[in-house]
T-cell receptor, first 114, second 116 residues
Framework: GQNIDQPTEMTATEGAIVQINCTYQ??????LFWYQQHAGEAPTFLSY????GLEEKGRFSSFLSRSKGYSYLLLKELQMKDSASYLC???????????????FGKGTMLLVSP | DTGVSQDPRHKITKRGQNVTFRCDPI?????LYWYRQTLGQGPEFLTY????????KSRLLSDRFSAERPKGSFSTLEIQRTEQGDSAMYLC??????????????FGPGTRLTVT
């Protein structure tokens, strides 16, 4: 099975930088995704890491260390609209059919205050 | 709008009734996924299709749940003899198959099911 752990809640102020950590245990690792989900809405794709290192995309960056089973999402220049749940998801090969499936963590609720 | 669409957006049903949800994926996506999400949890994988073939089904999925994608385009998820524990948001997502240039899944707005 897979185990994905991320903090339940985080708070930060507008303009600041916040780092949301995710640790995972899995076999057949095949990529790690970060999604943003506003209340009552569908998750939207933010980033994808399959190799170790940092991927930067505008105000958002994501880091992966496969040997440590660790990733983080870094959000810079926080805005009020960044208040949302951030979901870490691991893709792994090894279901009954041998195909890859995506397993989500419970999400980290980020509250950005003025 | 060329995103993933789901119908209905909300469904209220009485315990014991059957319900069916529909998902229309992004047209060029050959993979289609169903997830269930409850409050305070991440989406939980239910099943997925590549074209019309159902490739994987979660061990957590009871026999009351069935999904189809008969022509490799839209999909339906049916829940028979609904129970109060089935109350959740049912999310559909689609993607290209890995190796064909895509990896991320695009989610639809979901169908919120309430079983009374």
């Amino acid at each position: 099975g897979q185990n994905i752990d991320q903090p339940t809640e985080m708070t930060a102020t507008e303009g600041a930088i916040v780092q949301i950590n995710c640790t995972y245990q899995t076999s057949g690792f095949n990529g790690l995704f970060w999604y943003q989900q506003h209340a009552g809405e569908a998750p939207t794709f933010l980033s994808y890491n399959v190799l170790d290192g940092l991927e930067e995309k505008g105000r958002f960056s994501s880091f992966l260390s496969r040997s440590k089973g660790y990733s983080y999402l870094l959000l810079k220049e926080l805005q009020m609209k960044d208040s949302a749940s951030y979901l870490c998801a691991v893709r792994a090969t090894g279901g009954r059919s041998g195909y890859s499936t995506l397993t989500f963590g419970k999400g980290t609720m980020l509250l950005v205050s003025p | 709008d060329t995103g993933v669409s789901q119908d209905p957006r909300h469904k209220i049903t009485k315990r014991g009734q059957n319900v069916t949800f529909r998902c229309d994926p992004i047209s060029e996506h050959n993979r289609l996924y169903w997830y269930r999400q409850t409050l305070g949890q991440g989406p939980e994988f239910l099943t997925y299709f590549q074209n019309e073939a159902q490739l994987e089904k979660s061990r957590l999925l009871s026999d009351r749940f069935s999904a189809e994608r008969p022509k490799g385009s839209f999909s339906t998820l049916e829940i028979q003899r609904t129970e109060q524990g089935d109350s959740a948001m049912y999310l559909c997502a689609s993607s290209l198959a890995p190796g064909t240039g895509g990896y991320e899944q695009y989610f639809g707005p979901g169908t919120r099911l309430t079983v009374t």
